[in-house]
DNA sequence: CATCCGCTTGACCGTTTGGTCAAAACAGAC
DNA sequence: GTCTGTTTTGACCAAACGGTCAAGCGGATG
């Protein structure tokens, strides 16, 4: 992952204190704001009063609304998906997909705006990161099935799809940072409460790791 | 449910033949616009194109956008908690969440858009469905979430939150639906093979059913 | 043929919004 | 203070879009 010189809109330039202030204050607003809203439904106007600036100096920043789109967007995916390409082949199975579950889960109830940019971006049809998700994302779900392949070969964990057994743990996990407003709607005032979060993680982590377990 | 006199917007006059089969195109289109580019992304021009007639003749038939959005979403919403509703305490709990899920998934496969266009009311908030969800389905999740207490104080099933057992199966088999872009960019060729449904089905209901049996 | 009424449409309007631009304000170097 | 490059902004534009309206169309009824 070098950064070669003809990297698209990345001049070697180094960003001013100033701009590195900006840029970081805009992309946060633009999060928010498009988790919420969608990429038709943000304006620029909402992101950058949210920046605390100008329209037109968020457009100095930032050459489009595409652009910010972008941007926010990749910054998340790595985030998103480090803890995946952690996965450990050499470790115990189903304590490997428990630190990845439960890492998960607090991503998702730590900064559910990710989580909602990402779904609103993949259900229209992920106009941005179509090719990423064709590329680098299937390169690494492959290499990570086949683990789980090998851990199941071993007689570790009981015979499952990997690749459904990773979708089952995405949408799961996801569920409860792009669907919350229906949790908080269908559970009222617990959701609030401190311990929903751990509770949520417990029962989810039973019923996978129960599920995958072997049995015999 | 009985439609009282003063039911909202529904005058007693019975519709034309032209009506309904106008009223259907549209609603028909804009399901499917609604789901792949959101209310705020939607145009009424491309509803009108897709459903055959102007955009001024589709306001003949519905009085603003989001009449159409409700419309749509209402009709949508019933026929999505059917099965739902359907879970019968008398019977086996195993094979009741099998059948219910299996439902859910054909659903997912069939209608995808369904799923999409619910997905993004409820990521941007549920501005229209809000209160629906605070009230009749909350009601609905209450009752089910006792029959699976139940269940599980009879030991038919082992102990498991039935509010997460619930979220957990909505998550996953609504997953199939809404994600479907990312489903195919990972598993390439594999996802349009006809087989792709049933495995994912297999997968599913293995882990959930292995999940939430009980162990001795 | 004339009338009526449900259906359809082209033309139009006001608002919102992404984006531009030229000029002003500012900051630092000398 | 002056000069130079950076940052900020008010004013503006063109396109897109939701919605209106008056006029046209067409088929049933008399």
Chains 1, 2 share one sequence.
Do not use: C
């Not at 390409?85 to 990710?114: C, F, H, Q, W």
């Not at 743990?169 to 009222?188: E, L, N």
Request: charged share 25%.
């Amino acid at each position: 992952m070098s950064r070669s010189k003809s990297d698209e809109a990345q001049q070697a330039k180094p960003l001013s204190r100033i701009q590195e202030t900006n840029r970081k204050a805009i992309l946060e607003a633009a999060l928010d704001v498009f988790a919420i809203s969608g990429f038709r439904g943000a304006t620029i106007d909402e992101i950058a009063t949210k920046a605390g600036m100008s329209k037109p100096n968020l457009l100095y920043y930032f050459k489009s609304k595409r652009a910010i789109y972008q941007q926010v967007l990749e910054q998340t995916l790595s985030d998103w998906l480090a803890p995946f390409a952690e996965l450990d082949p050499t470790g115990d199975p189903v304590e490997e997909l428990r630190r990845y579950i439960t890492a998960k889960l607090k991503m998702s109830e730590k900064n559910p705006n990710a989580s909602k940019l990402f779904a609103n971006e993949i259900i229209h049809g992920a106009p941005v990161i179509g090719d990423f998700l064709k590329t680098s994302l299937k390169t690494l779900v492959d290499e990570k099935a086949k683990v789980i392949r090998y851990w199941v070969g071993e007689g570790k964990l009981a015979p499952v799809d990997p690749y459904h057994l990773i979708f089952m743990i995405w949408a799961t996990t996801q569920h409860y940072a792009d669907f919350d407003v229906q949790i908080r709607a269908v559970v009222g005032s617990q959701a609030g409460r401190p311990g929903f979060a751990d509770q949520a993680a417990q029962a989810v982590l039973t019923i996978i790791l129960n599920g995958i377990r072997p049995r015999q």
